[in-house]
């Protein structure tokens, strides 16, 4: 039984995506199992291909899902594997080099197949970008590194210094040269030379 599959593998408040769901069941009777549950009050809709069992907040309110949760699940990451990551000044105010809280956060990632697109998960606007590598679990602290590098006179604040912030970001990550030079002739010559300019080839050693 299909609820029976989405309690065994879900948890309530978590999201669920149609296209994760590793049943023998065609889409289109799949789509039709889930808007039946859905009728029936045993499963919530958030959007279009995702769902989640309900639970209610600790003050008895009815949890909704947040939506960098979906965005993350579909874009980022699972409990296994890392296909993706924040980009631009999403990216940039995360690791601390810039106090900039964008509207629209930015992604690249390995699940899209247009080089840039926009999408609206509940409220919000996504910008989502094809990632210019494969994103993997031991490669995205790296390549969330050369995201900023590459537009880093853009994305940094004039006040924050930004070699030493990317220093302690390479030491906290244990990221090395090796890992760096594996992907970086994907990313513009901007990039190599801002790990110069930057003096971060001390710290990639």
């Known amino acids: 039984m299909l609820l029976d599959y989405i309690k065994e593998n879900c948890k309530p408040g978590e999201p669920i995506l149609l296209q994760n769901l590793e049943l023998d069941i065609k ?30 907040t600790v003050s008895g309110v009815p949890y909704t899902l947040n939506a960098d949760t979906v965005a993350e699940l579909k874009y ?6 890392n296909y993706g990551c924040y980009t631009g000044h999403t990216l940039a105010n ?5 106090e900039q809280v964008p509207q629209v956060k930015e992604i690249v990632s390995n699940n899209t197949s247009a080089i840039t697109r926009k999408v609206k998960i509940g409220k919000f606007s ?15 602290k790296t390549v969330m590194l050369l995201e900023v590098l590459k537009d880093i006179d853009d994305l940094s604040d ?3 210094n930004s070699s030493e912030c990317l220093k302690n970001y390479i030491a ?28 971060l080839t001390s710290v990639l050693a």
């Open 126 to 140: 996504y910008v989502v970008r094809k990632s210019p590598v494969t994103i993997t679990r031991e490669n995205v």
């Open 158 to 160: 004039s006040h924050i």
């Open 27 to 56: 889409y289109d009777n799949l789509c039709q199992q889930m808007k039946k549950l859905v009728d029936e009050g045993s499963l919530c809709r958030y959007m279009d291909g995702v769902y989640y069992l309900s639970r209610k």
């Open 94 to 98: 995360m690791m601390g080099l810039s």
């Open 76 to 81: 980022l990451s699972n409990k296994t594997d």
């Open 172 to 199: 906290k990550n244990r990221i090395r040269k090796n890992m760096v030079d594996k992907i970086l002739p994907s990313y513009p010559l901007r990039t190599y030379k801002a790990i110069y300019d930057m003096e």
